[in-house]
């Protein structure tokens, strides 16, 4: 097999993978521009306690609507695994199996050998800590890809490329060993995610999908002779911003990044469709050689108004970390809940909310998100609201309680909710 020389060469069919948590985010990855998507399913999965969790009844559906758009599927069983989880992680990959699932994550060498039995493509998650070329060779045999140990910086990375390049280095299907990396979203102080914290405290591990992220809370600290106590304020210490790597996407690539990892399967819908969509961009860019700083910088306006804790470059270009200044969300706007959706007149594009929670007015920005609508993005340009008449009328707003109707373009549908999108 010979394989083209890596030198300032970017690997060929650059992926993006989106997360989803829920069917939103599933149909928000799918319409702006993922190629492969991630998500758990309930147990077994870094995120099973998240708020926003599949389970394994939604692997049918969630499957069939990937592959119907062309999108692959990519089931996480990456947590440590006891002696008692071994049953259920077979019967979770013959599940996979089952369901046609392209590929599995994995972190546990007992969950990769019953995968390669079953006959799945194995992925290694970053929780491995997979830091050098010797590491990615002793478990070619076993897996597709690897996701490399997220201390690594991209010079590291670069290394480890040239060298899969120069060996032939290819993974158990034959094919070229795929490196992936996380290219935006939450990074934690813990060695590639393996952090004891929540364990000790709480007794709820990190590495089975209990973190309580205690890393990101204010603490206070007590003199125990004097009982005088100091605030920890200045800034959130254990706390980093998350990644973003849009500044530097062409140099990301040509390190030898075949697939583009967005984390996120905690996050709200209009935070995969927001990301999805940027990166989405931003990697067509640099193969289409129109990747420069203007373009760039085009694309944080929106970036910032999702969830964020700031954004740094990681540990990829060597420097020092940035840190979360406060606790919790940066992102310059928020969502609103109006109300559900009680009509949906498709043929008129026209949505009918009833006894709206919030006042609405002409001009603001709206979101409708729902299960097989994923996320519409829309200003509220026409609106029809019901007077004590009961007869609709033109106007300019809607208070609280009163029921409202609104033009809205997309496939919007009965029950899907409709939120205003307000500055924080």
């Not at 085009?298 to 999702?306: F, G, I, N, R």
């Not at 043929?347 to 994923?374: H, M, P, Q, Y």
């Not at 009961?390 to 033009?407: E, F, P, V």
Request: aromatic share 6%; charged share 25%; net charge neutral.
């Amino acid at each position: 097999m010979n394989l083209p020389s890596s030198e300032n060469s970017i690997p060929q069919g650059t992926e993006l993978l989106a997360p989803a948590g829920c069917f939103p985010s599933l149909q928000a990855a799918i319409d702006n521009g993922a190629d492969a998507v991630y998500f758990g399913l309930a147990q077994l999965n870094m995120r099973a306690r998240a708020r926003r969790s599949f389970n394994v009844p939604d692997l049918k559906e969630i499957m069939s609507r990937l592959h119907d758009a062309g999108v692959k599927g990519c089931l996480t069983l990456n947590t440590l695994l006891y002696e008692h989880d071994l049953t259920l992680a077979r019967k979770m990959l013959e599940t996979a199996k089952e369901h046609n699932v392209d590929a599995v994550i994995l972190s546990d060498m007992a969950a990769m050998q019953m995968a390669n039995e079953i006959g799945l493509e194995v992925h290694l998650s970053t929780q491995l800590s997979l830091s050098n070329y010797e590491s990615v060779k002793f478990y070619a045999p076993y897996c597709d890809r690897v996701v490399l140990a997220r201390e690594l910086n991209l010079k590291m990375i670069k290394s480890i490329y040239d060298k899969i390049k120069a060996n032939q280095l290819v993974g158990r299907d034959g094919r070229e060993m795929e490196i992936e990396a996380f290219a935006h979203g939450a990074l934690c102080i813990a060695v590639s995610g393996r952090c004891g914290m929540s364990l000790f405290t709480s007794n709820a591990s990190a590495n089975r999908g209990a973190c309580e992220q205690n890393c990101r809370k204010e603490y206070t600290i007590t003199d125990s002779e004097t009982g005088k106590q100091l605030k920890i304020d200045n800034q959130f210490v254990m706390s980093p911003n998350d990644i973003a790597t849009l500044d530097f996407m062409d140099e990301f690539l040509t390190a030898g990044v075949r697939v583009l990892k967005i984390e996120g399967r905690g996050r709200s819908p209009e935070y995969v469709a927001t990301v999805t969509r940027a990166y989405r961009q931003a990697i067509d860019a640099v193969h289409a050689g129109k990747f420069n700083k203007e373009f760039v910088k085009s694309l944080y306006p929106q970036l910032e108004t999702v969830y964020n804790r700031g954004l740094s470059s990681g540990y990829y270009l060597g420097r020092e970390q940035g840190w979360s200044a406060d606790y919790g969300n940066k992102s310059k706007r928020r969502k609103v809940l109006v109300g559900n959706v009680a009509h949906a007149y498709r043929k008129a594009g026209v949505i009918e909310v009833r006894s709206s929670a919030t006042t609405l007015e002409k001009g603001d920005d709206i979101l409708v998100i729902g299960n097989s609508t994923g996320v519409i993005e829309g200003k509220v340009d026409q609106m029809r609201v019901m007077q004590d008449s009961g007869d609709m009328t033109d106007a300019n707003q809607c208070k609280n309680g009163q029921t409202l109707t609104l033009k809205v373009d997309g496939k919007i549908r009965t029950n899907d909710k409709l939120y205003k999108v307000v500055d924080a």
